[in-house]
């Protein structure tokens, strides 16, 4: 009797570990996001520019400095997006509109997305020259993100323009999260004579919620679940001592009878 007890306890408490396992598969495989055809990020936007002489910044780049650009998705379908960016500027605004292959890098995409789950030394594109640099977490529209992170430069106007250029994606969606653009005028002798920067960062996005600190509501069924797991295993034991010992009182009962 008490070993048919245990026997349908174990079982019970086997089915249950099982439906835990399979409800927090579910739950992280729930966290893993991709781009839909309603998620829209905002960004701010801001410039700075210095000169060793009395260079005036060219117009662009004061008409960006401390702006607001919202990007929204249009379509998605298999790797093919298309996408607007709403640009705030100083003297009006401005829509553009990017598409193409997240997989390939083909149309005119622009780096506002990327292939998801990319690391370290991994084409942003098919094909593409541009490789991820380092993986790392960083803060970006109120959450701790995991991101990829691409640099490059190069030369231009016959060595006169030196252009850096810096990139941050989150790794789960491949959104462009952040952007670090500097343009530095560059003399004969080699010296730099005006520097401009200008950088981007999501702050609002349908991507991710922002995080508010721990939530016990939120996972109070976890440690519900946590609890009952270790009452049957408590209950499971002690009746199972419980047989071993009536098991050795009768083995020793037996030899005494012999």
Avoid at 170 to 194: F, H, N
Wanted: charged share 20%; aromatic share 14%; with cysteine.
């Amino acid at each position: 009797m008490l070993e048919s007890l245990l026997q349908k306890l174990a079982v019970r408490v086997f089915v249950f570990l099982l439906l835990s396992a399979s409800v927090m598969a579910s739950a992280c495989g729930a966290s893993v996001f991709f781009v839909s055809s309603s998620d829209w990020a905002s960004y701010e936007v801001d410039s700075t520019w210095s000169s060793a002489g009395q260079q005036q910044p060219p117009a662009d780049l004061a008409n960006v400095n401390q702006t607001v650009w919202r990007l929204q998705m249009q379509d998605v379908s298999e790797g093919y997006v298309r996408l607007s960016v709403t640009k705030n500027l100083w003297n009006g605004t401005v829509i553009d509109v990017f598409q193409g292959s997240v997989w390939t890098g083909s149309g005119n995409l622009s780096l506002w997305l990327v292939k998801q789950n990319l690391g370290v030394g991994d084409p942003v594109y098919e094909g593409s020259e541009l490789k991820v640099n380092s993986t790392l977490s960083q803060e970006f529209a109120g959450a701790n993100r995991p991101v990829v992170y691409a640099w490059f430069a190069r030369y231009e106007e016959g060595g006169a323009l030196l252009r850096e250029h810096s990139f941050f994606w989150d790794r789960e969606t491949g959104i462009l999260c952040g952007s670090l653009d500097t343009y530095k005028l560059i003399d004969g002798q080699g010296g730099v004579t005006a520097i401009s920067v200008t950088r981007s960062s999501i702050v609002e996005t349908s991507l991710w919620a922002p995080e508010e600190g721990f939530d016990f509501a939120a996972y109070a069924w976890w440690f519900f679940g946590f609890a009952v797991i270790m009452f049957f295993m408590s209950v499971f034991v002690v009746l199972y001592r419980r047989m071993l010992r009536r098991r050795r009182l009768r083995q020793k009962s037996y030899v005494r009878k012999k």
